[in-house]
T-cell receptor
């Protein structure tokens, strides 16, 4: 079965410190992986994607993610967290069944950055 | 660009009542999705449209849910009758690029409609 796991319900970091939000996946075939962010009362916003190529992908707002095939992981990272990064973060994988491009989301991780 | 517009933002109804949600995608976006996001969970696909055609409705509970996208623009999602377990945020998303949408990216989400069934 295809799935995405986000093992942490919440991640707390101090402003200025590096942050990591974890994601592991299970898919058949090559994974297409994504990170989305959801601010309160707003829609999901695309952060970054891994389709192919370099294992380290860079996205919006200074975020990056590292694709690790052997560990089936796609952790989201940022070198220096901002209070404004506080939000709900979702990892997602493209549903490889058929060719429809639908996304399978993890349950989300709440990131809290304190001043 | 106005983005994907959804209405209403919030809706509270009693169980067994009908409810409808409306989505206006970004102009020119041919692909439209409806997702349901339960509390504490990630979004789950309900239905996907290419223009006016529902190309994937395998996860839509057809006994009580229905959707339409007349003229391939606006879309409505209806629940009749609503049950307590339908309480969730209903998200609409649209995409202009079918090639990107098929790879799983390139689409814009609306802010959602938060439904509470009491």
């Amino acid at each position: 079965a295809q799935s995405v796991a986000q093992p942490e319900d919440q991640v707390n970091v101090a402003e200025g410190n590096p942050l990591t939000v974890k994601c592991t996946y299970s898919v058949s075939g090559n994974p297409y992986l994504f990170w989305y962010v959801q601010y309160p009362n707003r829609g999901l916003q695309f952060l970054l994607k891994y389709i192919t190529g370099d294992n380290l992908v860079k996205g919006s707002y200074g975020f990056e993610a590292e694709f690790n095939k052997s560990q089936t992981s796609f952790h989201l990272k940022k070198p220096s967290a901002l209070v404004s990064d506080s939000a709900l973060y979702f990892c997602a994988v493209r549903d490889s069944r058929g060719s429809k491009g639908n996304l399978i989301f993890g349950k989300g991780t709440k990131l809290s950055v304190k001043p | 660009e106005a983005g994907v517009v959804q209405s209403p933002r919030y809706k509270i109804i009693e169980k067994k009542q009908p409810v409808a949600f409306w989505c206006n995608p970004i102009s020119g976006h041919n692909t439209l999705y409806w997702y349901r996001q339960n509390l504490g969970q990630g979004p789950e696909l309900l239905i996907r449209y290419e223009n006016e055609e529902a190309v994937d409705d395998s996860q839509l509970p057809k006994d009580r849910f229905s959707a339409e996208r007349l003229k391939g623009v606006d879309s409505t999602l209806k629940i009749q009758p609503a049950e307590l377990g339908d309480s969730a945020v209903y998200l609409c998303a649209s995409s202009a690029r079918r090639d990107r949408a098929l790879l799983g990216y390139g689409y814009t989400f609306g802010s959602g409609t938060r439904l509470t069934v009491v």
